[in-house]
Structure formats: structure tokens, C-alpha cells
């Protein structure tokens, strides 16, 4: 029951209007690919922005390959389109490079 609330809040937060000026805390791992989808584009590409930091640091690497930048965004909103109930970063771990 308690996950269900973590969903739902995770859900409220990435849907939420971006004109709100409120600071908004976001468990990143608790988000699904459908919530990520239902969010506006500028969420989106704020969440891509993020997601992209994060690997690349648990990689270790202190570089962006632009050359990969748009191809992982696409792999990652093409692969959720067909997997709505997965977790975002479970998505991004088995198709960005």
C-alpha cells in the first residue's frame, strides 16, 4: 500500500503544472516510463537532462558524446511507448549507451 502512495505521489509530481514555483522533490527511481511520457516536454527533457548526468557518472566519466545525446532520448521515449510500466531508469539502462 505504502509503494501504490510512492507511485501515486511520484505520478502528482511529474504531472504536475510546470507553472508552479513551489521546489518539488522527485524520487527518480520510482518513476515509469508512462509517467515519464505524461509529463510535459519541458519535464522531459529536464528528466533526460538528469538521467543522462547520472549514468554518465556512475560510469565515471566526466564527458557528454553528443553524438549520443538525441539517440538515447529517442531509444528511451520509443522504448517506454511500449512499456509504460516499467521504471524509467530500468528503461534507460537496457537501451542508452
Known amino acids: 500500500m505504502v509503494r501504490g ?19 518539488v522533490v522527485l524520487d527518480m ?9 505524461d ?28 553524438r549520443y545525446v538525441a539517440r538515447n532520448q529517442k531509444a528511451v521515449s520509443d522504448y517506454c511507448r511500449k512499456n509504460g510500466r516499467e521504471g524509467l531508469l530500468s528503461a534507460v539502462q537496457k537501451v542508452a549507451r
Open 5 to 23: 502512495s510512492l507511485y501515486l505521489a511520484a505520478a502528482v509530481l511529474v504531472s504536475a503544472p510546470s507553472a508552479v514555483s513551489a521546489q
Open 29 to 37: 527511481s520510482l518513476i515509469t516510463c508512462r509517467q515519464f511520457l
Open 39 to 66: 509529463s510535459p516536454p519541458e519535464r522531459q527533457e529536464l528528466i533526460h537532462s538528469w538521467v543522462g548526468g547520472y549514468y554518465s557518472a556512475s560510469k565515471n566519466l566526466a564527458t557528454v558524446d553528443f
